[in-house]
């Protein structure tokens, strides 16, 4: 992650491309190489993480420049303002739209969380029996997309820990799909400071890029997925 990497940049705020592989945040497996630590070395200053991706998905990250912007985005998260929107690469031929209500069990937790995700399907490979979705969530559970894609039947590809080790190697070996196929293209926002508008948009990284174009039908028009 480099400064070609930095996507939005103002005096209070900064969106980021991250690569997959790379944590967000130093965290339990004490990895010192994070998003987090690169964007302070890369500007220079002091970060702070009001958002999180997982490691293995790549895309927009949303970090502060100071303690009062981080609190007044982790509010907006925390009330669903933050507009958030993703590309998978799912096992099976998907129906054309839906919602996925299903309540997630935090770790540790007794009760269930309400979490719902809308998603549409934007392409279909008939050879493999995949398909390119795009999706929303309306709240912000550990791992809500993946487990949601589980629920019903649809495991993103290139998932170690919800789909299906089988699947995944045949994705590795016949596509080069080495990683998670999720990414966060998407990040729509009220500005915490000056109230406008800001929407940054994450290019398709060139490795998940590739495999799309060996695997989708030749009409799908990958360019202007994040465009």
Request: proline fraction near 5%; aromatic fraction near 4%.
């Amino acid at each position: 992650m480099d400064r070609q990497s930095l996507l939005y940049r103002d005096a209070h705020l900064i969106v980021v491309n991250k690569p997959s592989g790379l944590l967000t945040h130093r965290g339990w497996a004490g990895d010192r190489d994070t998003a987090l630590s690169r964007a302070r070395d890369m500007l220079g200053t002091r970060v702070y993480l009001p958002h999180r991706l997982d490691r293995a998905t790549s895309g927009a990250l949303l970090l502060a420049l100071d303690p009062d912007v981080l609190q007044a985005l982790s509010r907006a998260f925390e009330r669903g303002e933050i507009h958030k929107q993703y590309l998978a690469l799912v096992r099976g031929h998907v129906q054309l739209g839906g919602r996925i209500d299903h309540p997630l069990r935090r770790d540790g937790s007794e009760e269930p969380q309400p979490a719902v995700t809308d998603f549409a399907c934007i392409a279909r490979a008939e050879s493999e029996r995949c398909s390119l979705l795009r999706l929303w969530p309306r709240s912000g559970r550990t791992h809500q997309l993946r487990r949601h894609l589980k629920h019903i039947s649809h495991p993103i590809v290139g998932d170690t820990r919800y789909g299906k080790g089988e699947i995944n190697r045949h994705y590795r070996t016949h596509y080069g799909l080495h990683r998670l196929a999720l990414h966060a293209e998407l990040l729509g926002f009220e500005h915490p400071i000056t109230g406008a508008r800001v929407e940054v948009r994450a290019p398709l990284p060139q490795e998940l890029m590739a495999a799309l174009e060996r695997i989708l039908p030749s009409d799908t028009q990958l360019d202007g997925l994040t465009g």
